[in-house]
């Protein structure tokens, strides 16, 4: 089994997500100009945030260009999945079927997301057995 992941805070998530953004590692002064108008930050506050961030293995410094430049180790793919998994587990007793139907029954979802979803497990149904077809 995976290892679980470490849970992201708010702040936290915002600065991977400018991270995983980016094609090539990036230096702090470029995450603190795309966090502009959503966290009115210091350096020295996004610089803690980035050192915490490293603690938790979500990112590495490459210090050997005379600037610091930060790449991501966890994939966003596999912190989302990751994240996922744990909220299901805790929220909703690991049950994808408990989810939708609380949400059915709050009215958070319409019978549209509803039919939304029966269309895309078709579709995930169809092209599984398409590939066993094709073995």
Not at 55 to 60: A, I, R, V
Not at 71 to 92: C, V
Request: proline residues 1%; contains cysteine.
């Amino acid at each position: 089994m995976a290892e679980m992941v470490k849970k992201l805070g708010e702040a936290e998530l915002e600065i991977m997500q400018v991270i995983w953004g980016s094609e090539i590692p990036v230096t702090s002064n470029y995450i603190l100009k795309q966090l502009q108008g959503r966290r009115k930050w210091q350096l020295s506050t996004l610089m803690t945030s980035l050192s915490r961030l490293i603690d938790k293995g979500f990112l590495s410094c490459d210090r050997s260009t005379g600037s610091n430049l930060y790449s991501w180790i966890i994939s966003e793919n596999a912190y989302k999945t990751g994240a996922s998994r744990h909220f299901l587990e805790k929220l909703y007793n690991n049950s994808i079927q408990n989810m939708v139907a609380s949400l059915y029954s709050a009215k958070a979802i319409k019978s549209s997301d509803v039919e939304e979803l029966k269309d895309f497990l078709n579709r995930l149904e169809a092209e599984a057995s398409g590939e066993e077809d094709a073995r």
